[in-house]
Nanobody, 121 residues
């Protein structure tokens, strides 16, 4: 059983910072790409940031310059440092990972349950 668990969400004021963490656990061979997505009430889930195993990153235009994604391959973890938070960043943030269960299988998408980030003005 593979699990992704997010942590670090909370209620903050505009301009504050938060650091989210995503930890993968269970039995698997390797993790390829990882990413953070978010879903605000009444809106579709959107991509926030991604990182490859080698550390190449991409960001949504709305968070560039404010958010930084990083990962710790040795500990199967990924982080999202969020600075200068805005009320429009309020959403449930989900971790996504492409995980190969064994050497012989293709990777599959796994999702965490999400962590709530609320930014007050």
């Amino acid at each position: 059983q593979v699990q992704l668990v997010e942590s670090g969400g909370g209620l903050v004021q505009a301009g504050d910072s938060l650091r989210l963490a995503c930890a993968a656990s269970g039995s698997f061979y390797t993790i390829n790409n990882m990413g953070w997505y978010r879903q605000a009430p009444g809106k579709q889930r959107e991509l926030v940031a991604t990182t490859t195993k080698s550390g190449t990153t991409t960001y949504a235009d709305s968070v560039k310059g404010r958010f930084t994604v990083s990962r710790d391959n040795a500990n199967n973890a990924m982080y999202l440092q969020m600075n200068s938070l805005k009320p429009e960043d309020t959403a449930v943030y989900h971790c996504n990972a492409e995980i190969r269960r064994t050497y012989f299988t293709d990777s599959a998408d796994y999702w965490g349950q999400g962590t709530q980030v609320t930014v007050s003005s």
